[in-house]
T-cell receptor, first 115, second 114 residues
């Protein structure tokens, strides 16, 4: 069990550019979540997958955001035409659906800075 | 809608003392889960403890215990014998009936002084 891994760890981009983040969950976990955390706040839910199906998207997720989990394993989160307000920590988490308390295991996040 | 409130932006405690971090919640769901996570400066969210809404006893995990008062809708985290490594942000969170996602509070920054 190597835990949830996210890549890259840091990303600096210019406004208007597209960025893509990757998340590799714990191998036997069938649920994968994306959260966004801004400075001084708790994480906010963006979207989640059960296997390859995207089951819920937050209203926070504008049309510029898209997430995929094509084979039910790793996931990507793409932000198109980035804006300065997109600067935040993007956290990925995974869980095992049948677990009693469905504890989420988080990665270390991708820190995005939009200049 | 579910809501988590953590009213303590920062706490300062002497090493080896016990500390209580406050958390209140609001939900209309009869079934829910309450979680505490620790976030050190490295950024990773580390699971500490879980309490189910139907659990009769307060949850304990090593030095961590959860003081669950359902009528008051509070789920305070108690850390006994604090250590320097406990310095971090602490987040209270709750899940809904379908356990599909967590709603987090704003967090409490805990600083342990030697």
């Amino acid at each position: 069990d190597t835990g949830v891994s996210q890549d890259p760890r840091h990303k600096i981009t210019k406004r208007g550019q597209n960025v893509t983040f990757r998340c590799d969950p714990i191998s036997e976990h069938n649920r994968l979540y994306w959260y966004r955390q801004t400075l001084g706040q708790g994480p906010e839910f963006l979207t989640y997958f059960q296997n390859e199906a995207q089951l819920e998207k937050s209203r926070l997720l504008s049309d510029r955001f898209s997430a995929e989990r094509p084979k039910g394993s790793f996931s990507t989160l793409e932000i198109q035409r980035t804006e300065q307000g997109d600067s935040a920590m993007y956290l990925c988490a995974s869980s095992f659906r049948e677990a009693t308390n469905e504890k989420l295991f988080f990665g270390s996040g991708t820190q995005l800075s939009v200049l | 809608a579910q809501k988590i409130t953590q009213t303590q932006p920062g706490m300062f405690v002497q090493e080896k003392e016990a500390v209580t971090l406050d958390c209140t919640y609001d939900t209309s769901d009869p079934s829910y889960g309450l979680f505490w996570y620790k976030q050190p400066s490295s950024g990773e969210m580390i699971f500490l403890i879980y309490q189910g809404s139907y659990d009769q006893q307060n949850a304990t995990e090593g030095r961590y215990s959860l003081n669950f008062q359902k009528a008051r809708k509070s789920a305070n985290l108690v850390i006994s014998a604090s250590q320097l490594g406990d310095s971090a942000m602490y987040f209270c969170a709750m899940s809904d009936q379908g356990a599909q996602k967590l709603v987090f509070g704003q967090g409490t920054r805990l600083t342990i002084n030697p």
